[in-house]
């Protein structure tokens, strides 16, 4: 067994606690967004949807050029349209991800807010290997900073992320996000609460977490497009899924990390 298939055994284990009131479901495919940014609309695209096993971008600038393009991924249960995460709906979402070629941008594992499919970011970054997760719903955190976690260009990483939702939803007892970062030496930003959202807008997209309705999987950005010569191209490779189904309700006690640093000595 991998040391990502017995992360995400504990990850079960160490978090699960609410019955057997599953949520979300299962996801069993992937759908592909292209180009969600397109600054370059005459770059070459080769994307390889291979689900379960493999997704991957390779994005080849063609002069012109604009700054960047964007392209996604999205967790299904019927290969054709991303699965939909409620605000109570509380998983843990993970993959393998490596960025290479000679373009620069960033990549990685997303919770996307109900108005974007750009924001919510697990984020590793080329050149300068700043490792960060911010925006639409995300609580702020760096490794960077609070680890000294740069990224290496060429390098696989493991990007976790774990959502759980409360009984309550309120300001004393909102949802949490744990991000999880693994180069090998994993380490955890802890449970990270979730400030409230929008009032006006609840409802129907609810407070204190990720908000109704929220897509899960990655992506990949290439940057500064229009400063690379034709012919230089950017790949991002995801793969090692893991994705647990929490229920509806989590329990709000620490999951046991040191028993999940145990299985990578």
């Known amino acids: 067994m991998t040391r990502f298939a017995k992360l995400a055994i504990v990850v079960a284990l160490a978090t699960l606690s609410a019955g057997a009131a599953f949520a979300a479901g299962v996801p069993n495919s992937a759908v592909v967004i292209p180009r969600v940014f397109n600054d370059a609309p005459f770059s070459v695209l080769t994307v390889d949807n291979s689900y379960p096993s493999l ?29 939909e995460f409620g605000n109570l709906d509380g998983f843990a979402v993970g993959a393998s991800v490596r960025i290479s070629g000679d373009g620069n941008g ?22 300068d290997g700043e490792v960060a997760c911010f925006g639409g719903r995300l609580p702020f955190y760096s490794f960077t900073a609070n680890h000294g976690k740069s990224y290496v260009k060429g390098t696989w990483v493991h990007l976790t992320m774990i959502y759980r939702p409360t009984n309550d939803m ?3 007892n909102p949802a949490t996000i744990e991000y999880i970062y693994d180069d090998g030496i994993p380490v955890s930003s802890g449970q990270l609460p979730f400030d409230e959202g929008n009032p006006s807008e609840d409802p129907p997209h609810g407070l204190w977490g990720i908000l109704n309705y929220a897509h899960a999987g990655g992506y990949m950005q290439y940057n500064n497009m229009v400063g690379q010569p034709a012919g230089t191209a950017m790949t991002t490779e995801f793969c090692s899924f893991t994705f647990v189904d929490l229920g509806a309700v989590v329990s709000t006690e620490e999951s046991s990390w040191g028993g999940v640093k145990a299985l990578f000595r």
């Open 55 to 83: 997704i991957s971008f390779t994005d080849e600038v063609v002069q012109p050029a604009g700054w960047a393009n964007l392209h996604v991924w999205r967790l299904s249960q019927d290969g054709m349209s991303p699965m």
């Open 106 to 127: 960033e990549a990685g594992m997303q919770i996307t807010p109900w108005w974007s499919e750009a924001d919510g970011r697990f984020n590793i970054r080329t050149p």
């Open 170 to 172: 309120d300001a004393t």
